[in-house]
């Protein structure tokens, strides 16, 4: 309730001042008021201050036009805008940095109460039907559909959305109607949402995403009139349709005026003038106007319709409306109480001396010495005050009183400040300003400076409170040192600041774990906002992933003082799980009880994941190694057995039973062999030859084969895209990769079940990556096989590509099939990754690196007949005697001349002491003494023409890089046999 005083209180109206007073101090101060108003306004800048609620450079595109016209309509003076955002523009015009402002309603309400703004002409909103108006309302709506809306009352238990708690026409006016119904949203409706913007409201509503909104009175038309929806599809809850003053919009709500261009104290009234009248006859097609999308300006509104909607609402600044206490009475009115209870004392005395002279007398000295008592009681009070307490006359505003603690703080003898302005001392930034004053306000409570001597200034909090004297109006002000207060809230603001700059999450919880305090970096990691976490307690984070006995051993050290280190699995509010290093500390108080606990806290998810990449590359590299080199050794073995068997068959008739054994030789040498290409596959050093092919032209060649190979009772569904980009890989390759995903696929599934394989063009680019780390930037071609049989766990999932892991039966799988597709794809250039869940199927996506164009079909491998032989003069070199014998006799039995070598020394003597010339050289590319590459280079000083074919177990980066063949090599892997040794060199010998 609003506390009234009746008038025989201590705090009357003023009285009204002579005639001839009034004059003399009208004119003397308008003389002062024009002096220190043309020194500031002559000869500098104009600011503006615009709020701009939609970003600097959009304030700055509405609002420049409107500098350039003051400056042409006022030449002698220069404008410019400022942008402001809401925290901004009370500490502007506190430091006098803008002469004007231009804010919405409500902030100018707030400017005029708080800091003395006036208001000097009103905004004349354009509507983009073209038509404008000076005020506007707001409007309830749902949609036309909602049969069980309509009323306000209606509403109730129902999810609600406005714009933003800041705003005006989008939420407060709304808010004060639905108040005068009785109805309060926060309690009555089941949910109060904001959306930002006008539009995401109406959207919203639209949409059924809530069941109705509030937003500006005219934005329903204009997004009809911008096609954005249809009126049809809405309906107003309690419309109300025109108005005077041509207000055409259908609206819910009382009208308020739009927004004005105001003034300050400081700003000298004549330049204000001139704007005003500049403003008010701003043509409405001028390019100001235009560029601000208004029709000008207006005379200024009367804005107490916001004043008393802030008010219901008890917003700023209202917040403290009606709100009056014990200690607040007591606090004001002391002074006043004190005296009614003199007063009152004099008219119990004043009717007993009508009846009792003699009792009247003694009673009168009695109430003499009482009031004596009283002022000295008074006086004793004021001088015992620890904080400042000033007197002063509110008409002349000199000090009439100060007692101790105020000449304590100024440093000055009570009675060199007694006769002074008080402008002198306290708050002389508001020298012509005064609250109580000025505006008639019963009490000011308001941070200032004091100046003190000699030339300093401290900061005091003043409580300013009229009251009459002697039957003069005076001010009672009194304050105290609030420096320790701001020297503390500058620390905590720097602590704060520092404290939301760091990287680590930090949040402080009470000893129950309630978040009281949470910076950037945790809304960041975890998805909560400021406003969502504080209040809630922590176990919002919790995944689920830690048992019981983990909590209770960190609570446990908690509770007991100490500080906690480890690590947690938490989880975000999208529902990603994330791990983080904390720290968590208790802070204890002066007594040493614990009243918070303070966590530092750091996201290593993406650390964990690249050590565990880390980790198993090491070890795909290691096994790859190990792999690599028993494929040498082991390739020339088997060399040697492949071709002996080979020769030993072309000797033996089939009918024998010699030929079946050996052709049982032949078929397990190469099965050994084809293990020996898986693991070769594996480790990245399988030799191959890269091509640009059509993938969707290479897959389409082997569905028929891997129908067959899959069974009836699976379907094969082939789902290519159209244009598919070129990639460059080995077709044989690619050959492996589908057989090995296809049969583990039919293992997969029991009984009749699906195979799925698809072709698409993907890009991967920085805002993809951002989420999904694993990926490669660039274009790519997507093979994707999938499954719909029993799937795999967790576990599974986790081993699938190592060597020899299978979850195959014994003998019904080597566990080298996902481990030669790793190898193919990363040796390709690629990457691959699977999902899968039990019973649900599996999905293999592959992802080949775009190629350059196609050049031309491929030809097919020609043929080679054992048949076909030579002359031609050859040199050997191989380093396993074996091997070497074996290789000269395949080839002698073709007809080629042979010079064989184990070493390479050996190979350049016989090349030199050749009486004729060598045709070839076939070497081994891994030798002692030096490598093929380096004998080649060396017998070519001799021969520039001659031809080399290298043969290897696995190609080492001699002749290859990653195991892709130098352009211009010719290379035949070990083993081989009769037919194919005199395929490919005939084929290197013709060749030109």
Known sequence: MRLKTSSNSLCFRPRRSSKSMVKTFTLVFGVLWFAVGAASAFGETVRIGVLAKRGTQRCLDQWSATAEYLTEEIPEQSFTIVPLGFDEIQQAVDQRDVNFVLANSSFYVDLEVRSGAQRIATLKNLHSAGSWHKSFASVIFCRSDRQDIQSLQDLKNATFMAVDQKSLGGWHMGWRLL???GIDPYTDFKDVRFGGSHDAVVYAVRDGDVDAGTVRSDTIERMVLEGKIRMADFKVVDPHQGCINEFNFIHSTRHYPEWPMAKFPHTPDLLAEKVAIALIEMPPDSPAAQAASCAGWTIPQNYRPVHECLMALGLSPYENYGKVTLRDVLRQYRLWLFGTFVLFLLIVFSFNR???????????VLAREERERARALLQVVLDSMPSGVMIIDAETRNIREVNPAAAKMIGLPQGD??????????????????????????????????????????????????????GRKHLLESFFDISERKRAEAERERLVLAIEQVEESVVITDVEGTIQF???????????????????????????????????????????????????????????????????????????????????????????????????????????????????????????????????????????????????????????????????????????????????????????????????DIGLDWMPETEIWPVMVDPSQVDQVLVNLSVNARDAISGVGKIIIETKNVTFDEAYRANHTEVVLGDFVRLAVSDDGCGMDKETLENIYEPFFTTKAMGQGTGLGLATVYGIVKQNGGFINVYSEVGQG???????????????????????????????????????????????????????????????????????????????????????????????????????????????????????????????????????????????????????
């Not at 009508?354 to 009168?364: A, E, T, Y």
């Not at 090349?911 to 070519?940: A, Q, W, Y």
Request: charged share 25%; aromatic share 6%.
């Open 518 to 712: 949470v910076n950037r970096a945790f809304e960041g990691t975890t998805g909560y906002s400021a406003d969502q976490a504080i209040g809630m307690n922590v176990r919002i984070l919790k995944s689920g992933r830690h048992d019981d006995l983990f909590y209770r051993k960190m609570w446990d050290a908690l509770i007991k003082g100490e500080t906690w280190i480890g690590r947690l699995i938490n989880k975000r509010k999208d529902g990603a799980l994330f791990t983080e290093e904390a720290t968590i500390s208790p802070v204890r108080d002066s007594s040493g009880n614990t009243v918070n606990y303070v966590a530092v806290k750091r996201d290593i998810t993406d650390e964990i994941k690249r050590e565990e990449q880390y980790r198993q590359a090491q070890k795909m590299e290691s096994i790859g190694r190990l792999a690599g080199g028993m494929a040498h050794d082991f390739n020339n073995m088997l060399g040697v057995i492949l071709g002996y068997t080979d020769m030993a068959l072309a000797q033996v008739d089939s009918s024998l039973p010699l030929h079946g054994d050996l052709k049982e030789i032949q078929i397990a040498s190469e099965r050994s062999a084809d293990l020996t290409r898986q693991l070769l596959a594996f480790a990245r050093r399988q030799t191959i030859m890269p091509k640009v092919i059509d993938l969707n032209q290479t897959l389409s060649g082997m569905l028929n084969m891997l129908q067959r190979l899959i069974g009836e």
């Open 179 to 181: 108040k005068d119904q």
């Open 842 to 992: 599996t999905t293999f996506r592959i992802y080949w690196p775009r190629g350059g164009e196609i050049s031309g079909e491929i030809d097919a491998t020609k043929t080679v007949e054992l048949s076909a032989r030579g002359q031609e003069t050859i040199l050997l070199v191989e380093d396993e005697p074996a091997l070497l014998k074996l290789t000269s006799t395949m080839l002698e039995l073709q007809g080629y001349n042979l010079l064989t070598a184990a070493t390479p020394s050996e190979a350049i003597r016989l090349f030199e002491e050749s009486d004729s010339p060598i045709n070839l050289l076939l070497t081994d590319v891994v030798m002692p003494e030096m490598n093929g590459r380096d004998l080649t280079d060396k017998l070519v000083t001799f021969c520039p023409t001659l031809k080399t074919l290298f043969m290897s177990g696995y190609t080492s980066n001699v002749i290859a890089h990653h195991g892709v063949l130098d352009e211009g090599v010719h290379f035949i892997a070990k083993p081989f046999v009769v037919k194919e040794l005199t395929a490919k060199v005939r084929d290197v010998l013709d060749n030109d």
């Open 354 to 364: 009508s009846s009792h002279l003699k009792v009247k007398l003694k009673q009168s």
């Open 417 to 470: 400040i007694v006769g002074n302005m008080c402008h002198r001392f306290i708050c002389p930034e508001k020298e012509n300003h005064c609250p109580i004053m000025d505006f008639g306000q019963e009490i000011d409570n308001s941070e200032h400076t004091l100046l003190t001597e000699p030339f300093g200034e401290i900061p005091i909090l003043k409580t300013v409170v009229p009251i009459m004297l002697e």
